[in-house]
């Protein structure tokens, strides 16, 4: 069988993510191109659409005209629920990038559309892919490390903020890198311990480095005009069984402890860390241990040095729930956990308060 797919926003990820992988998997036909310029659907459509692909401007005239059996949404975090909803709607499975969306209302509407619809709904944390994630995924449901107590989420940048499209734009995007890649390192994180209940948040948001002009950045210069979102976020999560997570995030921020979309555990029995490699450590016999794991991984995610291997595993594995009628691996209840998390942190720095989550 073979899966009509559509592709909504023909920029940077999906041009970098989606469509190198869905080509590779042999029950895709990638058969609709949709973005806003339409020149841009053109160019992708050309190079990885089938001869009677279409293109379109405009993603309801898409969705009417089409009989699509899966849309990826992959345009800016403002519209991710709006559209999501309309490809459920219009009898399509969907993959949204990440994050689930903006806030958590919208999430919880695009979870509301999925069961009403009875489409699947699944989101882009291809991280959950890397082999490192998965084997430490596989050491922590075998209670390995014991019960999870404690955790660090990290997605830390140097100086490496995106100043093209709209990244650096508040109102389309709902914030800055905590929302960017510290949603990646909180997916892995709350996924390493399977535990999806936040208590309460506190939280903190700045906006310093942003306001340099002329800043050395791997992408060039920003202007701090524009720059309305936060350069770097923090915050400290309690779980409901008392377990914390505390999550760090950067674009720029003037530290060399670099490290992004990464997890460390704590936990009973043993521990964990992705800083250099991936390592285990515990106690045994008296004497303690590490265990360094040689595993092949990859640099930042669709950057020089890193492999394609995650968003084609992630890509299959979707394709598989679909034609086996089978939960995804990102189930959207819990990417809407950190959505929750992520609304909370910013609301947080916002009042100077804890905000304490509804069970």
């Known amino acids: 069988m073979s899966l009509k797919v559509g592709i909504i926003g023909c920029g940077g990820i999906a041009r970098g993510k989606h469509l190198p992988a869905l080509a590779q998997i042999k029950e895709v036909e990638l058969v609709a191109f949709c973005d806003i310029e339409i020149e841009k659907a053109q160019e992708v459509a050309e190079v990885h659409g089938t001869k009677e692909a279409k293109v379109f401007a405009d993603y309801k005239e898409m969705l009417a005209e089409m009989d699509l059996d899966v849309v990826h949404v ?18 399509a499975h969907v993959m949204c990038e990440k994050p689930m969306a903006k806030t958590t209302a919208e999430a919880e509407e695009m979870i509301a559309a999925s069961k009403r619809t009875g489409k699947k709904l699944t989101i882009g944390y291809q991280n959950r892919f890397r082999t490192d994630s998965s084997y430490l995924h596989e050491v922590c449901a075998d209670g390995e490390l014991g019960e999870i107590y404690s955790a660090k989420a990290h997605a830390i940048r140097r100086r490496a903020v995106p100043t093209w499209g709209v990244f650096l734009d508040e109102e389309a995007q709902g914030g800055g890198p905590l929302i960017d890649i510290g949603t ?10 399977d535990n999806y209940k936040p208590k309460y948040v506190v939280g903190k948001t700045y906006h310093e480095l942003a306001k340099t002009k002329n800043a050395a950045n791997a992408w060039g210069p920003w202007d701090p005009e524009k720059f309305t979102v936060e350069d770097s976020a923090f915050g400290f999560i309690v779980m409901e069984n008392g377990a914390t997570i505390y999550l760090e995030s950067s674009w720029a921020l003037n530290s060399l402890d670099v490290k992004e979309a990464k997890t460390t555990l704590f936990g009973t029995q043993g521990g964990a860390d992705m800083n250099d490699g991936l390592t285990i450590n515990g106690e045994a016999r008296g004497l303690l241990y ?70």
């Open 184 to 193: 990646h390192a909180l997916d892995l994180t709350l996924w390493m311990m």
């Open 74 to 91: 992959c345009t800016p975090n403002i519209s991710h629920a709006e559209i999501s909803i309309a490809a459920m709607e219009a009898g």
């Open 290 to 359: 590490e265990k360094k794991i040689e595993l092949e991984t990859g640099g930042v995610d669709f950057y020089d040095g890193a492999g394609s291997d995650p968003a084609v595993l992630e890509a299959q594995s979707w394709v598989d729930a679909i034609l086996n009628d089978t939960e995804p691996v990102v189930k959207p209840e819990e990417a809407l956990v950190v959505t929750e998390i992520l609304e909370a942190i910013y609301e947080s720095s916002k009042t100077g308060e804890p905000v304490f989550l509804k069970k």
